[in-house]
């Protein structure tokens, strides 16, 4: 399959690149700095955009199976429009574009229970901002699935719990190559379309 990453510099981003690259996709890497992506392979294309400017989406995003969104908060005690901006403008393009397929990444502080109430209180501007995109995802007709982990590691296991409308049980955290391989099985398994989906370890 083709697949377009938003956010492919980042941590969970270049571990999506890297496991689609391995699955045997090819992958067009959305970059805000093309010069950050610094491994080279055949099947990898690096363009370089806005994430938060729907025409050159539009035309960037034209010819491909899926999108990924990795997007996260540059600085999460600041009050930004960032994930919503970029969740418009991605939407817009893909209706444009015929493409249908869209995974993003939200926040498991987003289900019910009091200690996210503590987490949505403390990153209270970064969560307005998260669900804000996520009703911007669900809005628009496309076969979407919104990945809720919790707190992201850096461990080396890729296996994961899935809950679709709920955080499995006893989920406190997840390394980003296990949200990786969630986001990547998704679509290669045709699952969870229209559907809020809580993963952990």
């Known amino acids: 399959m083709k697949l377009f990453v938003i956010r492919a510099t980042g941590g969970t981003g270049r571990e999506i690149v890297q496991q689609a690259l391995a699955r045997g996709h090819h992958v067009t890497a959305f970059v805000r700095s093309p010069e950050t992506v610094t491994f080279r392979h055949e099947r990898l294309s690096v363009l370089k955009g806005n994430v938060t400017d729907e025409n050159q989406l539009a035309e960037a995003v034209q010819n491909h199976d899926a999108v990924l969104s990795a997007l996260g908060p540059r600085e999460v005690f600041k009050p930004s429009s960032l994930l919503h901006d970029s969740a418009l403008a991605t939407t ?13 990444l939200s926040a498991a502080a987003h289900f019910p229970g009091i200690p996210n109430r503590i987490v949505n209180f403390i990153l209270r501007n970064h969560m307005r901002d998260s669900l804000a995109m996520e009703k911007v995802v669900q809005d628009n007709g496309l ?14 296991y890729a296996t994961y719990r899935s809950r679709e409308g709920a955080a499995p049980r006893r989920g406190f955290s997840l390394s980003r190559k296990a949200v990786a391989a969630f986001m990547l099985d998704a679509i290669e398994q045709k699952k969870h379309f229209q559907k809020i989906v809580g993963i952990a370890k």
């Open 92 to 104: 817009r393009a893909m209706g444009r574009s015929g493409v249908k397929r869209l995974l993003v």
């Open 143 to 156: 076969d979407w699935t919104i990945a809720r982990p919790p707190r992201l590691t850096q461990e080396q």
